[in-house]
């Protein structure tokens, strides 16, 4: 069967009128059907194993349809069934991208229950990891945003810095991906001799580098031409759909958590104006276009280097983590914590009724909720524009999934 | 014509028989035959000698190709590209042809089986074809076409034809999508590319590659006309812009977009097929950037030609040799510069091609025609007196 036995058009005869001298003239209603398209899961500019559901007129998309679900791992009913500390690995493993924010998200919320204070050096370090990770899954979305819309060569200029990030990940903990460095109560290794200044060189490179693939990429004419006024996300929409990170402050809103409701050390960090929150302006096209995403995530990087600077000149030896038994005693009680991760607002919500595994560990991943604006935004777009939306959104399927 | 070699009687005839342009294998074959053999015998087997040339060209630039477009990609990006297989990989792409022989040859289920076999023959044939009217040397080629830049931007569109068909028989969307997209950029940009090459043409007076070549050789083979008059260089950006379209190249590389359509024509093609097309991609590069290089910048002119032509005489086999290489250099200059573009520029979408086809180029390149034929009949005329 071809493709087109599968959309015969269906015409018929509108009106028939007839002509003096027995002709007749007829009027046709010729309809044809809109091609139905599977985009994914296979597919690679889905970033993973999404499948959106295409319904196309020629190059212009006219409905999607997201779906979700082929990498679910079962990550919240495992976390019912492990001890507390057991768990944390699996954080790492649902938004792979930036496991320390993840192993961040699910510690705070277990230390709330448990209401211990972490030592002063290991907040220390866990902001400096955690705004590293940041940088590093900023790195990937933006390089390979540019490599759905055929630069294929600042994806690889962006990994030569993540790759350095990853060295050193991999000197404080040993891993280059899943890293379970922060754990309850602390952190699990003191940074090794020189590692804070090899730290600050990086800070230095990765500010040259940064105004590099700005101008390489966010500014290129094409570049430009391709994201500006496209997948518009008024503010009200975004807003209604519960977006957050990149994808809220893309629409013009000003909003972080790290500012507006502070955790651990960033109350401290905005009051001393170590960061600003950067939003989308339109300042290309239209207020939350995928231009505008794409920014906030680029300045954004900029940010995350500043946080890590301040931590370096802030930080002074000490304990790095709390002392706890290796079993831990959970009090009853429930707790939700949620983080700025670089995709948005990751909830953790435990529960525990003192048990030695949680009753509960529910997960409110971004990319989850970022990903249900694709069916209002789609529709209307070309094909060349539905990967640049896809890219712009930034979803890991690990975590839509978990 | 091959003027170092003393004529024999066959040779003779057959000269005297083909009017004008001749092949040069039919020209030096009769002298390597024993005997005095029969003049339709010597044509068919120049015929078959020239088809051979003509399929090594295409697989060692295609195979060349691969190798530098690796290269030039890994060293842009900050790597090496191949390393393992011979001296800085130069093995490589006889690895990757050993490969794709021994990949499986898949047709896929629902496909029209027939169309799906012939697409990459068609599309290499037409290829094979228009690399006849490729000027090796002054004094070898396999035809003197006399509307050689005809011949070959004839022949190069078909291979669209070829393309859709790919498209249009593998029973994918994503197939088809590619070759619509691929049918509506060749319509758009075959104007631009053939209004842009009538600039120089207007100044050759002559459609014949080997001709306009003649034109340009003057003081130390310098007398390119890119230099000629101020509208040569914008005609080149356009014609430039316009062989990015036809030859599938980023940032027009729509008809494959690798994000978007996978693989667009070529995505349900493995093995010894899908090879076709890539040839075919890296062959059509070459043979355009020969045109360009012919027709802007001198085709076998350059210092190094004129030197030799100077030392050791016209026509000789020196000369000819230091042409072929000086044709040779400036097509793969071309085809790096093509390169350099796909690595460094994003894509653009289909209707900001469109529009930039019909809207910008088309009526840039006519103004270019019109600027350089006023040019030439009015101010040329004065400077010259």
Request: include cysteine.
């Amino acid at each position: 069967m071809s493709i087109l036995d599968l959309q015969k058009p269906v015409s018929r005869i509108a009106e028939e009128r007839r002509l003096p001298g027995g002709e007749r003239e007829l009027t046709v209603d010729v309809r044809t059907q809109d091609v139905e398209i599977n985009m994914g899961p296979q597919h690679p500019a889905t970033h993973g194993v999404m499948k959106v559901l295409l319904r196309a007129d020629g190059e212009v998309c006219t409905g999607a349809q997201p779906h979700l679900g082929f990498l679910h791992r079962c990550a919240e009913k495992i976390g019912e069934k492990l001890e507390w500390l057991q768990f944390l690995p699996y954080t790492d493993r649902y938004d792979y991208l930036a496991a320390m924010n993840n192993n961040h998200g699910y510690s705070l919320a277990v230390e709330k229950v448990l209401g211990i204070e972490v030592p002063r050096r290991a907040q220390m370090l866990r902001t400096i990891c955690v705004e590293l990770n940041r940088i590093g899954s900023h790195l990937i979305a933006f390089g390979t945003y540019g490599l759905d819309l055929g630069a294929f060569t600042p994806f690889l200029y962006m990994f030569r810095e993540r790759e350095w990030m990853m060295a050193l990940f991999e000197k404080i903990c040993g891993a280059r991906l899943t890293y379970s460095y922060l754990r309850i109560g602390g952190v699990y290794n003191d940074a090794p001799p020189g590692w804070l200044s090899e730290l600050e060189r990086f800070c230095d490179v990765f500010d040259a580098k940064w105004v590099e693939y700005r101008d390489l990429l966010m500014l290129n004419k094409i570049f430009v031409q391709r994201t500006a006024n496209v997948g518009i996300v008024p503010p009200a929409m975004a807003l209604d759909f519960g977006l957050t990170g990149p994808l809220l402050r893309g629409s013009g809103v000003d909003f972080d958590l790290r500012r507006d409701l502070p955790y651990e050390l960033y109350g401290e960090i905005a009051r001393d104006g170590a960061f600003t929150v950067p939003f989308g302006t339109g300042e290309k096209g239209t207020v939350g276009d995928c231009w505008d995403r794409t920014y906030v995530r680029v300045m954004e990087m900029r940010e995350a280097v500043k946080i890590v600077r301040w931590c370096l000149d802030h930080i002074a030896p000490g304990p790095i983590i709390a002392d706890l038994p290796k079993v831990l005693k959970m009090p009853p009680g429930q707790a939700y914590v949620g983080i700025e991760n670089p995709r948005g607002e990751l909830g953790h919500f435990v529960i525990s009724d003192g048990g030695r595994v949680p009753v509960r560990v529910r997960v409110r991943g971004p990319s989850f909720t970022n990903v249900a604006v694709l069916e209002a935004i789609l529709p209307g777009s070309f094909i060349a524009d539905v990967i640049a939306i896809l890219g712009s959104i930034d979803v890991v399927m690990g975590e839509t999934d978990r | 014509m091959i003027a170092y070699l003393a004529p024999l009687p066959a040779a003779a005839a057959i000269a005297a028989s083909a009017d004008g342009g001749m092949n040069a294998v039919a020209e030096l074959l009769p002298r390597l035959l024993p005997g005095d053999p029969p003049v339709w015998a010597v044509f068919v087997l120049a015929a078959l000698v020239s088809v051979a040339i003509a399929v090594a060209i295409v697989a060692l630039v295609a195979l060349f190709g691969t190798w530098l477009e690796r290269k030039v990609s890994g060293h842009i990006q900050c790597r090496f590209g191949p390393m393992r297989v011979g001296w800085h990989g130069w093995l490589q792409p006889v690895a990757d042809g050993v490969k794709l022989l021994l990949k499986e040859d898949l047709i896929p289920t629902g496909s029209d089986r027939v169309l799906f076999v012939i697409a990459p023959a068609l599309v290499l044939g037409c290829l094979f074809a228009a690399m006849t009217a490729y000027p090796i040397a002054p004094g070898f080629f396999f035809a003197d076409i006399e509307l050689g830049i005809f011949f070959i931007v004839a022949m190069t569109s078909v291979t669209t034809i070829g393309v859709i068909m790919a498209g249009w028989s593998s029973n994918s969307k994503w197939s088809l999508y590619g070759a619509m997209r691929e049918a509506a950029q060749v319509v758009a940009y075959e104007v631009p590319l053939g209004i842009a090459l009538l600039v120089p043409l207007m100044v050759a007076g002559s459609f014949d590659l080997i001709e306009v070549s003649q034109r340009q050789e003057g003081l130390l083979g310098l007398d390119w006309f890119i230099f000629r008059n101020p509208f040569m260089l914008p005609a080149f950006v356009l014609f430039f812009t316009a062989i990015l379209a036809e030859t599938k190249r980023a940032p027009f590389d729509l008809p494959e977009t690798e994000s978007e359509l996978v693989a667009g024509f070529m995505t349900e093609y493995s093995g010894l097929r899908w090879a076709f097309f890539f040839m075919e991609e890296y062959a059509a590069m070459f043979l355009y950037c020969i045109v360009g290089a012919v027709f802007f910048f001198g085709g076998f002119a350059s210092p190094l030609t004129w030197a030799a032509a100077e030392v050791f005489g016209t026509g000789g086999i020196v000369h000819n040799l230091a042409a072929a290489g000086t044709l040779l250099l400036k097509g793969f200059a071309g085809v790096f510069l093509m390169m350099w573009v796909r690595w460094t520029l994003p894509r653009v979408r289909i209707d900001q091609v469109m529009t930039m086809g019909y809207k910008y180029l088309t009526p840039l390149s006519l103004l270019c025609v019109l600027g350089a034929g006023v040019w030439e009949v009015v101010v040329a005329d004065l400077w010259r007196g």
